[in-house]
């Protein structure tokens, strides 16, 4: 069965940056990889899960939550069937899980990677 799985999260200085990366595992095309719409979300300790960035399938204008837009940057690179998020300027109200949801026929989550901000 087709699996995501995050990676790219760790330990940083406020002001500086990371790049998630959600790689597809398993069976897929590069077609099918192409037609999944691709989400980042965040959950923080005591907090809901919030929606960070997202992008339709087959491509489209981006959508940032207000509290990151400017310093964030959705992508995919359908060849390596992978998604990406691009974490400039971070700040400690960033620190929390970061998961990918790629959405086809069904929605798919990653197991999360974990990303602090932290002087």
């Known amino acids: 069965q087709v699996r995501f799985v995050e990676s790219g999260g760790g330990l940083v200085q406020p002001g500086g940056s990371l790049r998630l990366s959600c790689a597809a595992s398993?069976?897929?095309?590069?077609?099918?990889?192409?037609?999944?719409?691709v989400s980042w979300y965040r959950q923080a300790p005591g907090k809901e899960r919030e929606l960070v960035a997202a992008?339709?399938?087959?491509?489209?204008?981006?959508n940032y939550a207000d509290s990151v837009k400017g310093r964030f940057t959705i992508s995919r690179d359908n060849a390596k069937n992978t998604a990406y998020l691009q974490m400039n300027s971070l700040k400690p109200e960033d620190t929390a899980v970061y998961y990918c949801?790629?959405?086809?026929?069904?929605?798919?989550w990653g197991q999360g990677t974990q990303v602090t901000v932290s002087s």
């Open positions: 949801k790629m959405t086809g026929s069904r929605d798919y």
């Open positions: 398993g069976v897929i095309s590069r077609f099918t990889f192409s037609i999944f719409g």
């Open positions: 992008i339709p399938r087959g491509g489209g204008t981006t």
